[in-house]
């Protein structure tokens, strides 16, 4: 079996799952926010007439998504979550301005841990799966079952391998290669199946960059995303992790439906055109695209190791006029370490806007939406019509260092052209 | 729930996701599905915004695959119907938006025969139980393909709730025996 493929049959009580089985499975944690948590709650006691959630240790309620609230119905939105969480006695519940955006909150709480099967109302939730868990997203109807139950049904997903051989290039981050993946596979290329990552290059990449590339396994139209443990992941979650785990790590027989190979030392600097993150294309190809907003933020790409990159980039320059920077941390954890480090007065002086941790801009919500006609660079996740702001604005995701050059650019350019040969950290 | 529907075809395209089913600013009327239905499918380019009033209850939705892509959202569905829009037939459907549909008892069907050869304002008529789909306009009818038991029976009870209302039951006798 696959590694996502044990997960789902220990979860089940079964010796063995095969894809396409239906499967009822026992949920080790469970998370919702400010948009799911409200339905889910109102279902679940309204509705299903269950009184409690099935275990307050296993679940996380997180204040991200239109928070500290954006106006005057959020904040009904933001109350009714306070309120469940409150009443029910979940243990993991982020305030705003104690948390940050749920999928960089969980981790590095050591809420979600290999092994482990994880729902997530927020199609993020996938995320999780760097740390060698089964995690996908799901609506609210199923988040209020699990809260009921504790358990939900499940189709068991046919499993497609990645491997990607030698190393990144210079410049070229988790994110270049995410994208380059998706470009090749399209926004349906996963669609309801496992992306399992492996090979060298995943072996040298850090937590966060696995982070990021699990993240954005849904924008393949994956169900889930996983990554094997190793020496990485559990230097990630020595002194963090909540519970004991037990790793997963697919049979050397186990059965892939589709095997894809890459050569990582092959893949450039690459970013997603308007208005779909399949659209790649290497940088050359859009360098030059003026530029109004660049965010730098969201569950993908704003943790403290991108926002070092970017500070490494910014140090010393400015926002390019008529252009404006926004960089919102991912978490709270985040925003402190990057204070304590000197960060955000680099960003300051180099004339970036810096917000609250919070979902933000990444999905049109509040401190940062696109209005008609306008051009964003983003680093984050996607960029269908209209999901930050005026359908008709233009968006493009790419790293956190190009989004970081850029905005001293005022246009896309290769960071090489901004900070000379190699990027020096702060 | 009825096991025919019938109605005319609103066509779309492939990839649809669910900030073009419903924008993300609509999420604050989370728990009001009429609201919601006002601004169904107001995402989508080119289309005018009010979409939803051209609806008569009953009329069928049909996209081209990966329909209703994107993010969780489960009001992505619940918009659908309450624009009026009686049922779904898609080339496929990405997977959260098809689990919150069987989830929500909204009837979805995956027909890529259906969805490649109907054109807007057809006339259909949808057998759910037997999975048929029959085009008046055109004179033809396209074959939808099976769901496994469970969700059938998901989709007739009324969705996840009454499903976990009877699971809740049993647990309660079982701990009172």
Not at chain 1, 129 to 134: E, R, S
Not at chain 2, 128 to 153: H, S, W
Request: glycine share 10%; with cysteine; hydrophobic share 40%.
């Amino acid at each position: 079996m696959t590694m996502s493929e044990k997960i789902l049959a220990r979860a089940s009580g079964r010796d063995a799952v095969r894809p396409g089985d239906l499967v009822l499975g026992k949920v080790d944690f469970a998370m919702g926010h400010d948009l799911t948590i409200p339905p889910a709650g109102k279902i679940m006691r309204e509705q299903m007439g269950a009184q409690k959630v099935w275990d307050v240790d296993r679940m996380a309620v997180v204040q991200d998504h239109f928070q500290p609230a954006k106006d005057i119905a959020s904040a009904g939105l933001g109350k009714m979550t306070r309120e469940f969480a409150r009443e029910m006695g979940v243990k993991w519940y982020f305030e705003v301005g104690q948390g940050g955006i749920c999928h960089t909150v969980l981790p590095e709480r050591g809420l979600v841990l290999p092994g482990e099967l994880v729902v997530g109302a927020d199609s993020h939730s996938c995320t999780y799966g760097a740390l060698n868990n089964f995690a996908t997203g799901i609506g609210s109807t199923d988040l209020a079952c699990v809260m009921a139950l504790g358990e939900l049904w499940f189709r068991v997903p046919e499993s497609l391998r990645f491997v990607y051989h030698n190393q990144l290039a210079e410049w070229v981050e988790a994110k270049d290669l995410i994208l380059h993946v998706i470009g090749q596979i399209g926004v349906d290329g996963a669609r309801s199946k496992a992306m399992e990552h492996t090979g060298e290059a995943i072996a040298r990449i850090d937590m966060e960059g696995r982070l990021t590339m699990t993240n954005m396994a849904i924008e393949a139209g994956a169900k889930n995303g996983i990554i094997g443990f190793d020496k990485i992941t559990r230097e990630f979650l020595d002194g963090r992790a909540q519970r004991g785990y037990t790793p997963v790590a697919s049979d050397p027989d186990a059965e892939y439906e589709r095997t894809f190979e890459f050569d990582a030392a092959a893949v450039p600097i690459t970013l997603a055109k308007p208005m779909s993150p399949d659209h790649t294309a290497p940088i050359d190809e859009v360098a030059g695209t003026r530029l109004d907003q660049v965010f730098i933020g969201s569950c993908t790409n704003s943790k403290i190791g991108d926002l070092r990159r970017a500070a490494a980039v910014l140090k010393g320059r400015h926002v390019a006029p008529w252009v404006r920077l926004i960089i919102t941390p991912s978490s709270a954890q985040v925003a402190r370490e990057a204070e304590r480090e000197g960060l955000i007065g680099i960003f300051m002086d180099a004339g970036a806007g810096w917000t609250v941790a919070t979902c933000g801009a990444c999905l049109g919500g509040h401190m940062g939406v696109v209005g008609a006609g306008e051009v964003c660079l983003s680093t984050s996740n996607r960029n269908f019509p209209g999901r930050m702001g005026d359908p008709t604005a233009q968006v493009y995701l790419s790293n956190p260092v190009v989004a970081a050059a850029s905005a001293v650019a005022g246009e896309i350019i290769h960071p090489k052209e901004v900070v000379g040969r190699e990027l020096v950290a702060v | 729930m009825k096991a025919v529907l019938r109605g005319r075809a609103w066509t779309f395209g492939a990839n649809v996701d669910t900030d073009q089913i419903i924008p993300a600013k609509y999420a604050i009327y989370s728990l009001d599905e009429k609201k919601l239905g006002e601004h169904a499918m107001e995402g989508v380019p080119g289309n005018d915004g009010g979409w939803s009033q051209k609806i008569s209850a009953g009329d069928i939705l049909v996209a081209g695959p990966n329909f209703g892509c994107g993010s969780s959202r489960e009001i992505a569905p619940i918009a659908i119907r309450g624009s009026g829009i009686s049922v779904v037939v898609a080339d496929s459907f990405a997977r959260i938006f098809f689990r919150n549909s069987i989830n929500i008892g909204f009837p979805i069907l995956q027909s890529p025969q259906a969805a490649e050869a109907v054109k807007e304002g057809d006339e259909l008529e949808i057998d759910l139980d037997a999975g048929v789909i029959r085009n008046f306009t055109q004179g033809d009818e396209y074959k939808c393909d099976a769901f496994p038991d469970f969700m059938n029976e998901l989709i007739k009870m009324g969705g996840l709730v009454p499903w976990v209302r009877k699971q809740l039951k049993e647990r309660r006798q079982k701990a009172h025996a």
